[in-house]
């Protein structure tokens, strides 16, 4: 699937597929097909509403990972404290973007990097540890 094709899938809470994604699927899905990443760990049971399970998966995952600045293919992280809100990815079209989707819009959207920062206290940019180097600034 291209990033265009995902675009246009719309948002279906705890959706993987292209039927649906909600934001953790969206994620996966852009990352894995756009940037050629491996496909992340689904935590396709995890509620969008359950903060907590969300945060949890979070934790698991970000283990592994660098905080880094806003590269192509980072993973952005909206928190409050320590709890995991929502989440969206780098993209870079057109300069470095955030490609996200969500229940209230309903399909995805990209934003600039500041605008996707304004929407919470708290951004945080992960990528593999073995992929700081591999993706454009």
Same mark, same amino acid.
Request: proline fraction near 4%; charged fraction near 20%.
């Given at each position: 699937?291209?990033?265009?094709?995902?675009?246009?899938?719309?948002?279906?809470?705890h959706g993987r597929d292209e039927h649906g994604l909600?934001?953790?699927?969206?994620?996966?899905?852009?990352?894995?097909?756009?940037? /050629?990443?491996?496909?992340?760990?689904?935590?396709?049971?995890?509620?969008?509403?359950?903060?907590?399970?969300?945060?949890?998966?979070?934790?698991?995952?970000?283990?592994?990972?660098?905080?880094?600045?806003?590269?192509?293919?980072?993973?952005?992280c909206h928190l409050i404290e320590d709890t995991l809100?929502?989440?969206?990815?780098?993209? #870079?079209? #057109?300069?470095?973007?955030?490609?996200?989707t969500g229940r209230k819009m309903g399909r995805p959207?990209?934003?600039?990097?500041?605008?996707?920062?304004?929407?919470?206290?708290?951004?945080?940019?992960?990528?593999?540890?073995?992929?700081?180097? /591999?993706?454009?600034?």
């Amino acid at each position: 699937m291209t990033l265009n094709e995902l675009m246009a899938v719309p948002y279906l809470d705890h959706g993987r597929d292209e039927h649906g994604l909600d934001c953790w699927g969206f994620v996966r899905l852009v990352r894995h097909h756009h940037h /050629g990443l491996p496909l992340l760990d689904s935590f396709g049971t995890v509620d969008p509403d359950d903060k907590a399970g969300m945060t949890d998966a979070y934790h698991q995952l970000v283990g592994g990972y660098v905080e880094t600045a806003p590269i192509d293919g980072a993973i952005a992280c909206h928190l409050i404290e320590d709890t995991l809100v929502h989440v969206g990815v780098v993209v #870079n079209e #057109n300069g470095l973007k955030v490609a996200q989707t969500g229940r209230k819009m309903g399909r995805p959207w990209l934003c600039s990097l500041s605008d996707f920062e304004r929407m919470s206290l708290i951004t945080r940019y992960y990528i593999e540890h073995d992929c700081t180097s /591999g993706l454009s600034q």
